[in-house]
C-alpha cells in the first residue's frame, strides 16, 4: 500500500506526481467512453489558462519541474490490470465499457502539448483526436495543483 503521507513528506527523487493512466478522475473515462463512441476521430485543440490572473502560477511553479512531469505523464500507457480492472466493472448487469474502447485504451497514448510562459502564467495547449486529448485536463490540473 501506497503511504501518501510518507510521500509528502519525504518524496523521493523521480517521485512522479502521475504514476498510472488510472491517477485520473473515473468520469475522465467514462466521458471517454462518451467521446470515443459518439465522436472517434474528432481533431479538437484543447487549451488551459487560468482565470485567475492575480495568481502568479509561472512564478510559483517551476517549468522544468512542471515540464518533467508532463513529460513523464505522456509515457505512461494503460496496463493489462488497468484494462482487466476496466473490464470488470459491471454497471446495470452489463459491462461499462466495450471491448473496442478497452483496446483503444490499451493503445492509446497522450498526445505532445505545448507549454508556453506568458508573463506570470502558463498556457498549456494539445490537440488530436478528442479522445486522446481529453485526458489530459484532469491529469495537466493534478500536476500543476500538485506542484
Known amino acids: 500500500m501506497t503511504d501518501f503521507v510518507g510521500r509528502v513528506k519525504r518524496p523521493e527523487q523521480n517521485d512522479w506526481i502521475i504514476r498510472s493512466l488510472m491517477d485520473n478522475d473515473f468520469y475522465k473515462l467514462t466521458m471517454g467512453y462518451f467521446i470515443f463512441t459518439n465522436y472517434s476521430g474528432v481533431h479538437v ?17 517551476n ?54 510562459r506568458v508573463g506570470d502564467q502558463y498556457e498549456f495547449t494539445t490537440e488530436g483526436p478528442w479522445e486522446s486529448v481529453s485526458p489530459w485536463e ?10
Open 45 to 61: 485543440r484543447f487549451r488551459i489558462i487560468n482565470r485567475h490572473r492575480h495568481v502568479p502560477i509561472a512564478r510559483i511553479v
Open 63 to 116: 517549468e522544468n519541474e512542471l515540464r518533467t512531469q508532463l513529460d513523464h505523464a505522456m509515457t505512461l500507457r494503460y496496463r493489462r490490470t488497468d484494462i482487466a480492472y476496466l473490464r470488470g466493472q459491471n454497471v446495470y448487469q452489463d459491462r461499462m465499457f466495450s471491448e473496442a474502447y478497452l483496446a483503444f485504451l490499451a493503445n492509446d497514448s497522450l498526445p505532445p502539448y505545448t507549454l508556453t
Open 138 to 147: 484532469t491529469i495537466f490540473l493534478a500536476i500543476l495543483s500538485e506542484l
